[in-house]
Nanobody, 127 residues
């Protein structure tokens, strides 16, 4: 059974930091793109950052220089280090994994088919 479980969300003040984790199981994640998306109330889901199987990364302009995506294939885990957080970063954050028959999504300038999603972890940044 394929499962993605996010953790690490919480409430911080503007300028603070959080580190999100996405633990994966039931799938050969190491071969595929993985990504973080976020969705704020009343807004569309936004691709935040993506990382390829070889560690190549892409970021949305809104988080470039503040967020860092990484992955540990041996642990089947992906991370998102978020620094200098802003109130506009407040959203539910989701991790996703590429799948050949998944739906196309735009993330950080890329178009990738994502087929598996986590349940989300809430990030709230207060001013």
């Amino acid at each position: 059974q394929v499962q993605l479980v996010e953790s690490g969300g919480g409430s911080v003040q503007s300028g603070g930091s959080l580190r999100l984790s996405c633990a994966a199981s039931g799938y050969t994640y190491s071969r595929y793109w993985m990504a973080w998306f976020r969705q704020a109330p009343g807004k569309e889901r936004e691709g935040v950052a993506a990382i390829d199987s070889d560690g190549s990364t892409s970021y949305a302009d809104s988080v470039k220089g503040r967020f860092t995506i990484s992955r540990d294939n041996a642990k089947n885990t992906m991370y998102l280090q978020m620094d200098n957080l802003k109130p506009e970063d407040t959203a539910m954050y989701y991790c996703a994994v590429e799948h050949p028959w998944g739906q196309w999504y735009r993330v950080a300038g890329l178009s990738v088919r994502f087929g598996y999603w986590g349940q989300g972890t809430q990030v709230t940044v207060s001013s």
